[in-house]
């Protein structure tokens, strides 16, 4: 069993900056790649960003340039770094481990407005 918890939600005004995290805790040592995604109200979830075991990053079209995702394997955790944000940034937005089978954390808040 993997347990996926993330933090570092928030309000933030268009043109701001977050940071969220993801601790993943359990049977670590089979977590393969690990991933962002989001929903909006009325949307799909979609995928923000996936980082491999090794770092190898992906991003959606619409956040590169500006999100970055970074792991650290010692502590279990990656992390979203989200620089100028923008109101349609607004989601819930979710972390993806994946092991035997995929684990979802419970999502943390994003708002983006003024």
């Known amino acids: 069993q993997v347990q996926v918890v993330e933090s570092g939600g928030g309000l933030v005004q268009p043109g701001g900056a977050l940071r969220l995290s993801c601790a993943a805790s359990?049977?670590?040592?089979?977590?393969?790649?690990m991933g962002w995604y989001r929903q909006a109200p009325g949307n799909q979830r979609e995928l923000v960003a996936r980082i491999t075991r090794g770092g190898s990053t992906n991003y959606a079209d619409s956040v590169k340039g500006r999100f970055t995702s970074s792991r650290d394997n010692a502590k279990n955790t990656v992390y979203l770094q989200m620089n100028s944000l923008k109101p349609e940034d607004t989601a819930v937005y979710y972390c993806k481990a994946v092991a035997t089978r995929a684990y979802w954390g419970q999502g943390t808040q994003v708002t983006v407005s003024s």
């Open positions: 359990g049977s670590i040592f089979s977590i393969g790649d």
